[in-house]
Every structure is written in structure tokens, then in C-alpha cells.
């Protein structure tokens, strides 16, 4: 109902939950593979897999996804993505058609009118999705299944296994144990009132993307789930009161010790406070929290931006009645130490707002350490087995986290990067991109892709588009070029 001219409405709150979601957690991931170069946040995964598959698969994973998508919707609660697959390929062909009509256009007047009609179907599509208009193409291809439901059953349920079988499932069983694990402990939490807006943001500790705020309209309902390959993200899939948010949890590459960026990546909300963590808390990382949180003021700001959300500075020195000295040193810690996030105003205003994740991570990592439960062992120190002129480039997990300046150490560093691709196998450009990335964090992919070309340690055709590794190392390449 509309709200009266001058009424000023109440903030809508929704409720959340943190949930497996196995399918669209799967199907999410493997919808990514139609552009990886648009998620810049998605795990190397998501790049190798999409360079590895072949023409014939990448069409059919447009067609499925950017064409046939509606068809995958569900509300089922699904134990797994195979048992999905399963249903799906046993699914009477013209029901399937009719559920993929219906959502495809929820408004039309006579489906059948329009499954007799290519130009109508298309045209209609089109006024559906103004903002991003499907390909004509593809939903000629799309128009053609449609009116051949058992050829429509068979292209959806026969390619979503392929890439199930052949990319996914055991990237899957990689992390399944602790995505389950976190998601259970995550599923306990108490969500407190709030709007849409306001609950992904704490969940994510950031910021909210504007591909996410664009979608809260009418939403009633959140369900956080935790991905392996990408966040974050988010979906209505079809829904007109619920959405979908993906958050990414790196799983075991995310926590080893020594992953500085992880470890800073840690503290800041709850995804990052805790389905990143997989490392035993150590007593120090809870000493600078707790003697933040050992003081009244700094108990009186936060309780103030838990009741009134975001607030500038001169704000909270007016509520508190304090110099602008003693709240900027209050601020300064309490933001330091994770509790507030910190975003810059007009001039040089500045806007504080609780972090709850932070104060949610706090508690957790108390009662870990107090558990008395086995700590789990650290993993082992990657830099141990490398050659001592090779070790203070590289973090304990074995990525080269400093550049060095002398090119002998380059060099050395370069031979290291070139030894983590096969010998004999052609790699695509984003494959290659994606293993820098991983293996390197001092550097940009373009730049070290470029330097390996140089010094002859990648070689590549004409075009660019497929590198391999050679059988020179880059002491033999400065000797041939000497």
C-alpha cells in the first residue's frame, strides 16, 4: 500500500539467515565462467576454469545461463547439487518449459501466443531486461528450445553435469567441509532490526556495492551465503521479497600464516572476521580488541552509533559533550582495532559507523581460545624448502610478497614464478593472469607476465592468446643474451 503524501515512513527491516543454498551457490559459480574478467574479486578458479573450457562449452554456458536461467530458479531445499541435476534430468519436458515461460515472463497474457511468436518473445524479453537487454541471438536459440521441451530438458541437465562432473564437483569437495561448518555456526547468530541495506553491510564489513543496493527493492527477506569463488554478489533469482547475497570465503588458501593480506582482511566484519579464519587465535590478537573495548568512552561511542547507525565526528562530539581531541583519539583506536568503519565526507568530515562483525569476531575468538579445544597445527613454512636467496621474497604460504630491486634477485624470482606452470602445456592469457595473481602479490599479472616474455622464460603466439613455459631459465637467457 502507497504511503500518504506526507507520511515518513518507517525503515522496512527484514529478517536473515545464513544458509548452504547448495544450488545457487553451485549455479552461481559456474554462471561466473561467462565473464571472469568482471569479477575482479572472484577467486583464480573461476579464470582458469572459464580459459579450460572449450568454444562448444563456452556457448553452451551463455545459452544456459544469460538465456535459460529462469529455468534453473527454485524453491526447493536442495541437499546438494547433484541431487538437483538429478530431478532436473528427470523433470517432465513440457512442465520444465512451462516453469522457464512463466518466469521468463510472468506478466504475458497467452504463453502460448508467444512460444508461436519468435519476434514477440524477443521483443518482450527485451521491455523485460531495458537496463541489460539479452542478445537477440541467444534468445532466438532460447525461443527454438522452448518450443522443443525435450531438446530444452536435455541441453540444461546435460551441460550443467558436464561442467559439474568435469570442473566443479571437485573443487567442491575442496571446500564443502568448512563452507558447511561455517555456515552452521554463522546460521546461530541473532540479527538485530534492520533495513536490507544495513544487514549486508554488516555482514560484509564494507561497503555496500552498488550492484547489490540496486536490488534491495521490496526485499523482506536476506540469505547470506558463503561461496567459494566470488563476493561479493548478489540475486533475486526471481524472487520478489528475497535476495541472495554471496560472500566469498577463500577456504584454506585465505588462512595460512604469513598471508598478510589475508590476515589484515581478518579483522574487518564479519565474512572477513569469521568464515575467513581457519588459523588457531593467538592471545595477541585479542589483547588490542579487548583494552579498546576497556574504556567508557570508547563504550559510550559505540553504544551511540549502534542506536543512531552512521554518524560524522562532530556528531558524536556533540552527543558525548567531549573536546574534539579526546573523540579523535577515541575514534582513532576504536577504528584501528576494527570496531568502527571510517568513510571521508564533504571536506574533511569524517563519517564513523559500527562495525558489528568486529564486535561479533571478539566474542567468538574469546571463546575459541578459552575452549580448550586442540588448537589446530599452523601450517608449514612454505619459504623452508626454497634456496636461502629465494626466501626473503616470499610469505610463509610460498608467494612472492616483495619484489626485490637487484635484477640477479629478480631473476631468481622470475625462475620461481615460471616453475608453477607445466612444461608442454599451453596456457590461456587469463589462465596465466590468474596463476600470477596467485603466486604473487608484489606485482601486477600484466607486468610479470611481460617480464617472463623478456627474460624467455614463457614463450607465446603471434597473437598473444596461448603461453607456454620454455626449457630456458632465466640465468640461461641473460648468459644468451650476454
Not at 503524501?5 to 553451485?26: G, K, L, M
Not at 573495548?293 to 560524522?312: F, H, K, P, S, V
Request: hydrophobic fraction near 45%; glycine fraction near 6%.
Amino acid at each position: 500500500m502507497a504511503a500518504a503524501p506526507f507520511r515518513i515512513p518507517a525503515p522496512q527491516t527484514v529478517t536473515a539467515t545464513v544458509a548452504a543454498a547448495p544450488v545457487y551457490n553451485a549455479l552461481t559459480s559456474l554462471a561466473a565462467l561467462n565473464a571472469p574478467e568482471r569479477l575482479p574479486e572472484a577467486d583464480p578458479w573461476v579464470a582458469r576454469t572459464a580459459a579450460a573450457l572449450t568454444p562448444a562449452q563456452r556457448a553452451r554456458n551463455r545459452l544456459v545461463f544469460e538465456g535459460l536461467g529462469e529455468a534453473l530458479t527454485t524453491d526447493r531445499d536442495w541437499p546438494d547439487f547433484p541431487a538437483f541435476l538429478d530431478d532436473l534430468a528427470a523433470q517432465d519436458p513440457v512442465a520444465l518449459r512451462d516453469h522457464a515461460l512463466r518466469r521468463l515472463a510472468p506478466d504475458a497474457p497467452d504463453l502460448a501466443s508467444l512460444l508461436a511468436d519468435q519476434e514477440a518473445f524477443i521483443a518482450r524479453l527485451a521491455r523485460r531486461y531495458p537496463d541489460d537487454p539479452p542478445d537477440p541471438a541467444t534468445l532466438a536459440e532460447v525461443h527454438a528450445l522452448l518450443n522443443d521441451p525435450p531438446a530444452l530438458r536435455q541441453t540444461l541437465a546435460g551441460h550443467l553435469r558436464e561442467l559439474w562432473d568435469g570442473a566443479l564437483a571437485a573443487e567442491w569437495r575442496r571446500h564443502e567441509r568448512f563452507l558447511q561448518g561455517m555456515t552452521r555456526w554463522l546460521a546461530g547468530r541473532d540479527w538485530p532490526p534492520a533495513t536490507a541495506a544495513e544487514t549486508i553491510r554488516d555482514f560484509l564489513g564494507r561497503d555496500l556495492p552498488p550492484a547489490i543496493g540496486a536490488q534491495l527493492d521490496g526485499v523482506r527477506r536476506v540469505v547470506f551465503v558463503l561461496s567459494p569463488h566470488l563476493g561479493p554478489h548478489a540475486s533475486r533469482f526471481g524472487s520478489a521479497t528475497t535476495v541472495w547475497v554471496f560472500a566469498r570465503v577463500k577456504g584454506a588458501e585465505g588462512g595460512r600464516a604469513g598471508d598478510e593480506r589475508s590476515r589484515r582482511a581478518a579483522i574487518q566484519g564479519a565474512v572477513e572476521g569469521l568464515p575467513l579464519r581457519q588459523t588457531p587465535v593467538k592471545r595477541v590478537e585479542l589483547v588490542g580488541p579487548l583494552a579498546a573495548l576497556a574504556d567508557e568512552t570508547r563504550l559510550n561511542i559505540l553504544e551511540l552509533l549502534a542506536r543512531q547507525g552512521e554518524l560524522a565526528a562532530q556528531e558524536i562530539i556533540a552527543h558525548l559533550d567531549l573536546s574534539q581531541s579526546s573523540i579523535s583519539r577515541h575514534l582513532k583506536q576504536l577504528t584501528a582495532t576494527g570496531f568502527l568503519a571510517e568513510r571521508r565526507g564533504e571536506g574533511a568530515n569524517k563519517h564513523y559507523r559500527l562495525v558489528r562483525g568486529r564486535i561479533d569476531w571478539t566474542f567468538w575468538a574469546l571463546t575459541n581460545l578459552l575452549s580448550g579445544k586442540p588448537r589446530p597445527v599452523a601450517p608449514a613454512d612454505a619459504r623452508e624448502e626454497q634456496p636461502p636467496e629465494l626466501r626473503r621474497f616470499l610469505d610463509a604460504a610460498g608467494r612472492v610478497a616483495n619484489w626485490p630491486a637487484r635484477r640477479r634477485d629478480q631473476l631468481v624470482v622470475l625462475d620461481y614464478l615460471a616453475a608453477k606452470f607445466d612444461p608442454g602445456r599451453r596456457y590461456a592469457e587469463p589462465e596465466v593472469n590468474a596463476a600470477l595473481t596467485e603466486w604473487c602479490t608484489a606485482r601486477d599479472a600484466a607486468n610479470l607476465r611481460r617480464a617472463l616474455y623478456d627474460e624467455r622464460l614463457l614463450d607465446r603466439t603471434s597473437d598473444g592468446a596461448r603461453y607456454w613455459r620454455t626449457a630456458e631459465t632465466a640465468a640461461d637467457a641473460a648468459d644468451t643474451a650476454g
